[in-house]
């Protein structure tokens, strides 16, 4: 009994694992339809011109997501008009972070003035699909007649105190190069954040 008790949390574990996978470049981008916080539903579809998808996983509360805040903001003003959108999805189980709920995501939505979608995520299954570890956590998609691909999954830029004056903006070098029908030369960086908030399991 015992040694089947082990085989099966062994799996429990394996599975987990192989869920919380972070994607990679060429890899198939989930599409997904959460709650935004004017109420309605957001998923790839809402954007039917977009050439692809800035996906960010950020959060009310860490410290580097707020530090980041103003360069999603300008991410989104920069590139949704030449068709790559932000979409911010917080990560954070709200029983984790009691200032990360769906109302607190409101409220700052409202305060900032953000243009972009900030859905929750209940259950955390997209933040799983997607292998979001920490806040932020972002992934460039690339939309095409087959389907969404990830090009670029990491940082926004190498710049997480927001010091430095000749920063490499990953994500913009990304979008650059896909514009101009080319592979991004870097498709992976580390993410710097907070880790994801998850509730204690029973």
Do not use: W
């Amino acid at each position: 009994m015992k040694k089947h008790i082990t085989i099966l949390l062994l799996f429990s574990v394996l599975i987990a694992q192989a869920q919380s996978k972070t994607l990679k470049a060429g890899e198939a981008a989930p599409d997904f339809k959460l709650k935004n916080v004017d109420n309605k539903e957001v998923s790839f579809a809402n954007f039917p011109d977009a050439k692809g998808f800035i996906v960010v996983f950020t959060c009310n509360t860490c410290p580097y997501a707020i530090g980041y805040e103003k360069r999603i903001i300008e991410l989104n003003a920069k590139f949704k008009p030449q068709g790559y959108p932000v979409i911010a999805i917080n990560p954070n189980d709200p029983e984790a972070s009691k200032a990360d709920t769906f109302v607190k995501m409101q409220e700052l939505a409202k305060a900032k003035k953000y243009a972009f979608p900030y859905l929750f995520d209940p259950g955390q299954v997209v933040t799983d699909q997607y292998g979001a570890k920490h806040t932020p956590h972002l992934f460039v998609v690339s939309k095409s007649k087959t389907g969404t691909a990830i090009e670029y999954t990491g940082a926004i830029d190498n710049d997480p105190e927001g010091l430095k004056a000749d920063k490499t903006k990953y994500v913009e070098d990304v979008i650059t190069a896909l514009k101009n029908n080319q592979k991004p030369a870097i498709t992976e960086t580390k993410e710097i954040g907070c880790t994801v908030k998850r509730k204690a399991k029973a």
